[in-house]
């Protein structure tokens, strides 16, 4: 079985700039989340989507971040504009399910803003 | 808010012997999941060993066990005859409630096993 693809697998860009980072789930998966690890801390949930519709995102910064879920397969986490603080890795995990099955991650993104 | 802290930033421990990283957490849910996360250098969260707070049974996985206490709400994870591969930084996390998988993790603790 396939895991959970993510690429790229690291990024650098300047402040001001845009990125986007993409996530392919296990094949099956409805359920896909984004998190953020900042250096030092254990990765903070920016969004979760049921198929293609989102179920929480409560802690995504709107006015820079933004995701979608195109077909409630591939997803794709875009920053624009980028700041200092938002380097960090950006991982995606993905389940079969909202509730009661396990999360797996990919290797994620790590993000240098400069 | 839900919390989750470990209160232990580095631990090491002998090849062979055994090792126990501590957590506590925070919830007002009655009905939650708690993990334990291994991630090594290569940044890919992996499940060690998961825990239904419903269960008064403590979760066993090989060499790794888990000490729940749900009134204390603490749960520590004992790894027993400690590899190098079990060197990696460990992450504990809750869910929200029985309907979420969202996670909440810890600052994390770096182990590391010493040949």
């Known amino acids: 079985e396939a895991g959970v693809a993510q690429s790229p697998r690291y990024k650098i860009i300047e402040k001001r700039q845009s990125v986007a980072f993409w996530c392919n789930p296990i094949s099956g998966h409805a359920t896909l989340y984004w998190y953020q690890q900042i250096l030092g801390q254990g990765p903070k949930l920016l969004i979760q989507f049921q198929n293609n519709g989102v179920v929480d995102d409560s802690q995504l910064p709107k006015d820079r971040f933004s995701a979608e879920r195109l077909k409630g397969v591939d997803s794709t986490l875009k920053i624009q504009p980028a700041k200092l603080e938002d380097s960090a890795v950006y991982l995606c995990a993905s389940s079969l399910d909202l509730i009661r099955t396990e999360a797996f991650f990919g290797q994620g993104t790590r993000l240098t803003v400069v | 808010a839900q919390t989750v802290t470990q209160s232990q930033p580095e631990m090491s421990v002998q090849e062979a012997e055994t090792v126990t990283l501590s957590c506590t957490y925070d919830t007002s849910e009655s009905d939650y999941y708690l993990f334990w996360y291994k991630q090594p250098p290569s940044r890919q969260m992996i499940l060690v060993i998961r825990?239904?707070?419903?269960?008064?049974q403590n979760a066993t996985e090989n060499r790794f066990s888990v000490n729940f206490q749900k009134a204390a709400k603490s749960f520590s994870l004992k790894i027993s005859d400690s590899q190098l591969g079990d060197a990696a930084m460990y992450f504990c996390?809750?869910?929200?409630?029985?309907?979420?998988?969202?996670?909440?993790f810890g600052k994390g603790t770096k182990l590391s096993v010493i040949p």
């Open positions: 996390a809750h869910t929200a409630g029985a309907g979420s998988y969202q996670l909440t």
């Open positions: 825990q239904e707070a419903y269960k008064q």
